[in-house]
Each structure stands twice: as C-alpha cells, then as structure tokens.
Nanobody, 124 residues
Framework: QVQLVESGGGSVQAGGSLRLSCAASRYTYSSYCMGWFRQVPGKQHEGVATIDTDGSTRYADSVKGRFTISQDNAKNILYLQMNGLKPEDTAMYYC??????????????????WGQGTQVTVSS
C-alpha cells in the first residue's frame, strides 16, 4: 500500500525556517502531482503549494516568496522549505498526491493520497 510519511516539523520562533520532507513508497514523484497542505483544528485543509509532473509549481498567496516546494526524484522525497515563518503558519502540514491531471493547491479534494501530517508551531 502506498504510504506518504512527512517529517521535519517542529517549533520555531517567528522569522525562523523549517524544511519539511515527505517520503513515499511505491510512488515516483515525477509521475504525480504532489502538494503540501495545512490544517488547523476546526478548519478545512488549506492548500500551500503544488508541484506538477512537468516541475511547474503553484503557491498560495499567503506563502509566496517565503515557501518553496521541490522534489528529489532520485530519492523520491518531496520538500517544503519554509522561510520567514509567521505565527499564522502554525498548523499540521500534510503532503498529498494525485494522479496526473489538474494540479492546484486551491483544490485539496482532488488529492487522493495523504500522509499523516507533521506539526509546525511558530511562536511570536
């Protein structure tokens, strides 16, 4: 069974950085649309960034210029580099995958494989 496993979360002060990783079994990242999403209690998943099969990326307006999504195809690992973290970035972060097609962080419902999440906490 396909598994997505996130790591790299933690607690940082505002302005700090973290890099999240997502390792997968039985996935070749370059063949799928991959995304990072986040969720706070009581709210729906919020899209953060996606990377498509051609390497094109999309970002939520709230993270543009601060976050970078990338993938290491040789290692089959998806990354999210987060710089300039703000308290409002505090959330559980999930990586997700979908078969090739529309690839946009604004549409979390089209992603059909999800990891278990990693917590990011940013203090002021």
């Amino acid at each position: 069974q396909v598994q997505l496993v996130e790591s790299g979360g933690g607690s940082v002060q505002a302005g700090g950085s973290l890099r999240l990783s997502c390792a997968a079994s039985r996935y070749t990242y370059s063949s799928y649309c991959m995304g990072w999403f986040r969720q706070v209690p009581g709210k729906q998943h919020e899209g953060v960034a996606t990377i498509d099969t051609d390497g094109s990326t999309r970002y939520a307006d709230s993270v543009k210029g601060r976050f970078t999504i990338s993938q290491d195809n040789a290692k089959n690992i998806l990354y999210l580099q987060m710089n300039g973290l703000k308290p409002e970035d505090t959330a559980m972060y999930y990586c997700a995958a979908r078969t090739p097609g529309a690839c946009n962080p604004a549409w979390p419902d089209i992603f059909d494989r999800w990891g278990q999440g990693t917590q990011v906490t940013v203090s002021s």
